[in-house]
T-cell receptor, first 113, second 111 residues
Framework: DAGITQSPRHKVTETGTPVTLRCHQT?????MYWYRQDPGHGLRLIHY???????DKGEVSDGYSVSRSKTEDFLLTLESATSSQTSVYFC????????????FGSGTRLTVV | AQSVSQHNHHVILSEAASLELGCNYS??????LFWYVQYPGQHLQLLLK??????LVKGIKGFEAEFIKSKFSFNLRKPSVQWSDTAEYFC?????????FGAGTRLTVKP
């Protein structure tokens, strides 16, 4: 498998607290993505990055921000966690644009109580 | 915005049965099509992909999919399923770096 790791794997946090999830890749791929997976919705794009400091919003970006200061790291921050953000979060990478498909990380299960 | 529909929410089959999972999309332009599989507790893995050429695409583990442009469909098939195929299957459609996923189909294969 491609070198992509997510941390933490599991997290429980309280409503209103900020939370940061990390995605780290060793493949030097240009494109990185954050998705959330919820039953009945499949995967929905939160934010993506097409290079260092170059990011854009996806279809469910409200309440989330991202940063990419290095090629290998893509951080997702929940500015003030809410119960509706309880989900499984997946990071994905691709060498070129999405045309060639993604490689996914193992996911972070986040519970907001 | 384009959308992806997977017709079956949960499919239950016995081992050796044939499988077909439906996938339809709404976008009419040039698309790239994918099927991903997610085994219990794991991340998504690419099963197969279509870009152009032969509309019948063969992937890993004996899976194949057929792109029918006139029907906006990309159905996944396997002639004989195994217990180890128990997983969730996601269809995805990409147009101009806008990748959309279906809601997924859970496949349970009974031994």
């Amino acid at each position: 498998d491609a070198g992509i790791t997510q941390s933490p794997r599991h997290k429980v946090t309280e409503t209103g607290t900020p939370v940061t999830l990390r995605c780290h890749q060793t493949e030097n791929h240009r494109y990185m993505y954050w998705y959330r997976q919820d039953p009945g919705h499949g995967l929905r794009l939160i934010h993506y990055s097409y290079g260092v400091k170059d990011t854009d919003k996806g279809e469910v970006s409200d309440g989330y921000s991202v940063s990419r200061s290095k090629t290998e790291d893509f951080l997702l921050t929940l500015e003030s966690a809410t119960s509706s953000q309880t989900s499984v979060y997946f990071c994905a990478i691709s060498e070129a644009q999405a045309n060639y498909g993604y490689t996914f990380g193992s996911g972070t299960r986040l519970t907001v109580v | 915005a384009q959308s992806v529909s997977q017709h079956n929410h949960h499919v239950i089959l016995s081992e050796a049965a044939s499988l077909e999972l439906g996938c339809n999309y709404s976008y009419g332009g040039t698309v790239n099509l994918f099927w991903y599989v997610q085994y219990p507790g794991q991340h998504l893995q690419l099963l197969l992909k279509y870009f152009s050429g032969d509309p019948l695409v063969k992937g890993i583990k004996g899976f194949e999919a057929e792109f029918i442009k006139s029907k906006f469909s990309f159905n996944l098939r396997k002639p004989s399923v195994q217990w180890s195929d128990t997983a969730e299957y996601f269809c995805a459609v990409n147009n101009n770096n806008d990748m959309r996923f279906g809601a997924g189909t859970r496949l349970t294969v009974k031994p």
